[in-house]
C-alpha cells in the first residue's frame, strides 16, 4: 500500500508541476510495485552496514583487549572475523547474517572468560576522569 506521504508527495508534485492524473496514478503502480524490491534493498544494505560496523569494532576491540584473550578465544574471534570479512566482500547476505551471529557468539565467550578471570572488572574508564585525587572544584556558569 502506498504511504499517506508518497500520495501527499505526488498531489502536491503534480500541482506544482502540472502533472496529469494519468501520469500521477502510473508513478502511484510504479511505487506499489517496487515497493518489496526497495525494501529488501534496504535491509540487504543495512545488514552490508552492519557488518562493516562490526568489523571495525572487531579490529578495534582486538587491539584494545587481544592481549588479555586466551589464545582460544583470540583465535575464535579472529576466525569468526574472517569469515565475516569474506561474506561482507561477497555482499552474500545469509553468509553476514551467519557471520555475525558467529562473530557475536565468538565474543560472548570471550568476555564471559575475561569477566571470570577478573581482566575486565579492574578496568578503569580511560580518560581526564581517572585522575585520582587530583579532583578540584570548579565555578561554572550557566548559559542558556
Do not use: C
Not at 535491509?43 to 552492519?50: L, P, Q, V
Amino acid at each position: 500500500m502506498i504511504s499517506l506521504v508518497l500520495k501527499f508527495s505526488l498531489i502536491r508534485f503534480s500541482n506544482e508541476s502540472g502533472l496529469a492524473a494519468e501520469e500521477i496514478e502510473r508513478m502511484k503502480k510504479e511505487a506499489e510495485a517496487n515497493a518489496d524490491s526497495d525494501k529488501f534493498l534496504r535491509e540487504r544494505t543495512e545488514k552490508w552496514n552492519e557488518a562493516d560496523g562490526m568489523i571495525f569494532q572487531t579490529e578495534t576491540q582486538l587491539k584494545e583487549v587481544g592481549s588479555k584473550l586466551t589464545d582460544e578465544n583470540k583465535v575464535a574471534v579472529a576466525y569468526a572475523l574472517t569469515e565475516l570479512r569474506m561474506a561482507h566482500q561477497s555482499q552474500d547476505i545469509p553468509a553476514i547474517l551467519t557471520a555475525l551471529d558467529n562473530i557475536n557468539a565468538a565474543w560472548k565467550k570471550a568476555t564471559e572468560a575475561m569477566y571470570a578471570q577478573g581482566e575486565l572488572g579492574d578496568a578503569q574508564p580511560q580518560g581526564d576522569a581517572t585522575q585520582g585525587d587530583n579532583v578540584e572544584d570548579v565555578e561554572f556558569e550557566d548559559v542558556k
